[in-house]
């Protein structure tokens, strides 16, 4: 009996501990699988605050884009871009709390701006965008919605180079909708002047095939440096905004327009023209520093035939040369220019809202001019009632001309010589605001 009771007890012990063993290894087990959920709930948090931290730091990045761009459109002043990396830390590094803003020159006029935001001396931002300079805007030494006729020979010496190949440079003379008309000969004389300071010799002469050498004029002569362009759209090219909202671009004080209302001179007597004042009010402008004239009606340029009176026709052409280039803006009026010279600037001549008819020469030297023309010469005009510009004589725009009128005719009665420079152009236009180049985000 007693040997029974032992060997119960010694089995009910057994028992016992196997029971302890097994809830041990439960427990174990339990525990193992806790710390693995615990390894990884811990991982998706630690990622989610990371995911939280980066995004943080895009939308400060974000942030420090739109800053950047804010103040490239204010200043309007690119050559800062090139001076080093602390251009925007006043303004938008310290203000978002960025590490700093670090501006690449990819030439051509862009630049990468980088953002840079670290924690503990990590960078944890990756974030950039191109800003653009360059002026979005065809080649053309003369751009025209008008009607161009040159009675005379025609000389582009040098054109505008457009875009560069692998063999020379695809020059356009003239980009034009729908007319034009030449009597006399038509040359493009290439590249024996340079059409910018930064120009290189070596890198080749128009094409061939943009390269017009004709010596009678006629349009089946003409190669590509004249080409039709029915989407050319000149005020929208130059200022970014539709030709619509003129007034805004007049009245922009980053512009800094001097103003001349030809419609408001005061003349001596009813039989003068106001037009025929314009002259002394642009010397006067030009004199006055201004670089940006927008003339509001109709305007004339000329010397007087008399050389005891001012000859204000050259005096603005010489007052141009102390500058880096004067902008002349014509807008609504007919525009006429008699002499010779040279303009270091550029032409825009822009009617919106005008229709010239032949009464609005009326009192103007360029009445004879009109009246004399003789369209027979030009087989794709049969009338010439809608002349808005003349000019008569060996006068040039070395910043290029121009002619936002589409359906109106610009008319050249003694030839026409042209020289193009683009380092004028990019004195008179530098004002443009900046853009953001299309696909150069990169936000991942």
């Not at 605050?49 to 204010?74: D, F, P, S, V």
């Not at 010799?201 to 004029?217: A, E, F, I, R, Y």
């Not at 349009?219 to 003129?246: C, H, Q, T, Y």
């Amino acid at each position: 009996m007693f040997e029974r009771r032992v060997s119960f007890y010694l089995y009910s012990k057994q028992q016992g501990a196997a029971t302890l063993l097994v809830a041990v290894l439960l427990l174990a087990a339990a525990l193992v699988l806790s710390l693995a959920s615990y390894k990884g709930v811990f991982f998706q948090a630690k990622r989610a605050q990371n995911e939280i931290e980066a995004r943080k730091a895009h939308w400060i990045g974000e942030g420090g884009l739109e800053c950047a761009y804010t103040k490239m459109y204010q200043d309007r002043d690119q050559s800062v871009l090139d001076s080093g990396t602390t251009y925007f830390d006043s303004d938008c590094v310290e203000s978002t709390n960025l590490t700093s803003m670090n501006i690449d020159s990819l030439g051509e006029q862009k630049y990468r701006i980088e953002p840079k935001f670290e924690q503990e001396g990590i960078s944890i931002l990756t974030l950039s965008k191109v800003i653009d300079f360059s002026r979005n805007s065809s080649a053309g030494a003369i751009k025209t919605t008008a009607d161009l006729f040159v009675n005379g020979s025609s000389n582009f010496n040098p054109p505008d180079p457009g875009v560069h190949t692998g063999s020379g440079w695809d020059c356009t003379s003239v980009r034009y909708i729908r007319n034009l008309g030449f009597r006399g000969a038509v040359v493009n004389s290439g590249f024996s002047v340079m059409p910018s300071s930064d120009f290189s010799p070596s890198s080749g002469d128009c094409l061939s095939s943009s390269k017009t050498n004709s010596g009678s004029g006629l349009l089946s002569e003409l190669k590509g440096d004249f080409k039709v362009d029915p989407n050319i759209r000149p005020f929208e090219e130059v200022f970014g905004v539709a030709s619509s909202a003129w007034e805004s671009v007049r009245d922009n004080p980053l512009y800094d327009f001097g103003v001349i209302d030809t419609g408001s001179l005061v003349v001596p007597n009813p039989s003068v023209s106001t037009a025929t004042l314009c002259g002394q009010a642009v010397l006067n402008e030009i004199n006055l520093g201004k670089t940006r004239i927008w003339i509001e009606g109709s305007c004339e340029l000329f010397d007087d035939p008399d050389p005891n009176q001012p000859q204000l026709l050259t005096d603005i052409a010489d007052a141009t040369q102390d500058t880096n280039g004067v902008l002349l803006l014509v807008h609504n009026g007919v525009f006429s220019i008699h002499g010779s010279g040279e303009f270091k600037g550029s032409l825009f001549h822009f009617n919106d809202s005008f229709l010239p008819v032949p009464g609005s020469w009326d009192g103007l030297i360029g009445k004879s001019t009109y009246e004399n023309i003789t369209w027979s010469f030009y087989p794709s005009r049969v009338t010439g009632s809608e002349v808005s510009y003349i000019q008569n004589g060996a006068f040039w725009f070395t910043g290029g001309q121009m002619l936002d009128m589409d359906g109106q005719i610009a008319y050249f009665h003694n030839g026409l010589n042209f020289s193009y420079n683009s380092d004028v152009l990019d004195s008179i236009f530098g004002v443009l605001p900046p853009r953001w180049l299309k696909g150069s985000w990169n936000d991942f």
